[in-house]
């Protein structure tokens, strides 16, 4: 990162960050509620220089631009917006995938079982499993899953459509699994009823309806939140070992078809 006093030229050729980048950052800081010295806190990086990127007197870098978008918590398809103010490409040159055909046509491209009538975050989801999960070596969190293969996590308060939820990757394997549990019997119930027709449409993973728990929900809940940690999983990576059939002692078997 380059920094420079409010006396001192921008170097021969230097990119100059435009004007709207300093507002943008600070509708979002001022949106959460932070100061300059907390944001600056969150970033690692000193209110000094905070202060002179959003006054245009620094110019931020583009890991420091995507580093300050998340710790603000801007959603992603809101962070480009971020990136062009600062004078940077943003994350895509093509059209997301937020759009339902896009993605359906570039999932069955890379091989994704999907169907016409899937919904856009499943869509994502077969996409991630199918090109991103492989490639995820280097302990990893996945964080704001879709809220159409999440039926039992909280919304996030930023982004309806996604989740306060997280996976743990290492080495291409799922290993840990968390999230906010929701506790709105409302919701909960539409989003058990929405499985339910996920389910009669051939999905055999589809919660099934659950009753007691809505009814159980609707005398309250307080604010939970839990991370289930596939044991086995890890077992499996301790050991390399490519199945996780090799590492259970009593595994399910198939039923042998005649």
Request: contains cysteine.
């Amino acid at each position: 990162m380059t920094l420079r006093t409010p006396t001192s030229p921008a170097p021969v050729g230097q990119r100059a960050v435009p004007a709207p980048f300093g507002q943008h950052l600070r509708s979002w800081r001022q949106r959460r509620h932070l100061s300059q010295q907390g944001l600056a806190l969150e970033a690692e990086i000193s209110t000094r220089h905070l202060s002179f990127v959003e006054t245009g007197r620094a110019e931020p870098s583009r890991e420091m631009v995507l580093r300050l978008a998340e710790r603000l918590d801007i959603p992603l398809r809101e962070r480009n917006t971020l990136l062009v103010a600062a004078g940077y490409a943003p994350m895509y040159r093509e059209r997301p995938l937020d759009d339902p055909a896009l993605a359906l046509s570039f999932a069955r491209k890379v091989g994704c079982k999907v169907n016409d009538n899937d919904p856009l975050g499943k869509i994502l989801m077969a996409i991630f499993d199918e090109v991103v999960e492989k490639k995820l070596i280097q302990p990893t969190f996945v964080t704001h899953y879709p809220v159409v293969i999440s039926p039992l996590s909280r919304r996030s308060k930023n982004d309806p459509d996604l989740t306060d939820r997280f996976e743990l990757y290492i080495y291409g394997r799922e290993i840990a699994n968390a999230f906010s549990e929701l506790n709105d019997p409302v919701d909960q119930k539409g989003r058990f009823l929405q499985q339910l027709h996920e389910r009669e449409a051939g999905d055999d993973e589809a919660h099934e309806m659950d009753e007691d728990y809505v009814r159980a929900l609707e005398y309250a809940m307080p604010p939970t939140a839990g991370e289930g940690i596939g044991i086995d999983r890890l077992v499996m990576l301790f050991t390399d070992s490519s199945s996780i059939r090799d590492v259970i002692l009593f595994p399910l078997l198939r039923t042998r078809q005649e």
